[in-house]
T-cell receptor, first 115, second 114 residues
Framework: AQTVTQSQPEMSVQEAETVTLSCTYD???????LFWYKQPPSRQMILVIR??????QNATENRFSVNFQKAAKSFSLKISDSQLGDTAMYFC????????????FGKGTKLSVKP | DAGITQSPRHKVTETGTPVTLRCHQT?????MYWYRQDPGHGLRLIHY???????DKGEVSDGYSVSRSKTEDFLLTLESATSSQTSVYFC?????????????FGDGTRLSIL
């Protein structure tokens, strides 16, 4: 069975600085996809970034980038130039290729951006 | 986003009563999902649907049933609510089963069972 682990329950960062959120996963699959979702206090689940396992290049979306280490089964999220609006819960999620339904989430990291 | 509306947004009810949560989407996505979110657990899949009248169980399906009579609507029913089902419930949709397509989420329903 696949598992997703986020080892940092809470983190804080100063506005304009950079922060990295950790995520590791366990799987025997070779084809899979990884996602980071953001959940602000409004409770919405917002897709931040996604990575396809067979792509070696790390995904980037504006200030958000990932460090995908397939051999180490690590998928960390880096937020550059942190903004107050980045304050949220961040969830790492995994799904094996060709599979519907079985999106597996980590327990989340609560990020606070301080002015 | 994917035009997903969950209703109600909040509900308080008593143990033993039936409860139905509704998810409505306007994007004609084939795949729909129900999750629950609890502190310390992230989101866990309850049931999902891969087409009209086609549904299957997820990780935490006990005590829940679903129905999908139309593409746009996916209902989650608690036949006899228990306090352990107090949670925030999220509906999600997906356009294709290929997993490079992310799931899009509704705004959630906060359900309290007293």
């Amino acid at each position: 069975a696949q598992t997703v682990t986020q080892s940092q329950p809470e983190m804080s960062v100063q506005e304009a600085e950079t922060v990295t959120l950790s995520c590791t996963y366990d799987t025997s699959e070779s084809n899979y996809y990884l996602f980071w979702y953001k959940q602000p206090p409004s409770r919405q689940m917002i897709l931040v970034i996604r990575q396809e396992a067979y792509k070696q290049q790390n995904a980037t979306e504006n200030r958000f980038s990932v460090n995908f280490q397939k051999a180490a089964k690590s998928f960390s999220l880096k937020i550059s130039d942190s903004q107050l609006g980045d304050t949220a819960m961040y969830f790492c999620a995994f799904i094996k290729g060709g599979s519907q339904g079985n999106l597996i989430f980590g327990k989340g990291t609560k990020l606070s951006v301080k002015p | 986003d994917a035009g997903i509306t969950q209703s109600p947004r909040h509900k308080v009810t008593e143990t033993g009563t039936p409860v139905t949560l509704r998810c409505h989407q306007t994007e004609n996505h084939r795949y729909m999902y129900w999750y629950r979110q609890d502190p310390g657990h992230g989101l866990r899949l309850i049931h999902y649907s891969y087409g009209v009248k086609d549904t299957d169980k997820g990780e935490v399906s006990d005590g829940y049933s679903v129905s999908r009579s139309k593409t746009e609507d996916f209902l989650l029913t608690l036949e006899s609510a228990t306090s352990s089902q107090t949670s925030v419930y999220f509906c999600a949709t997906q356009s294709r089963a290929n997993s490079d397509q992310p799931q899009h989420f509704g705004d959630g329903t906060r359900l309290s069972i007293l």
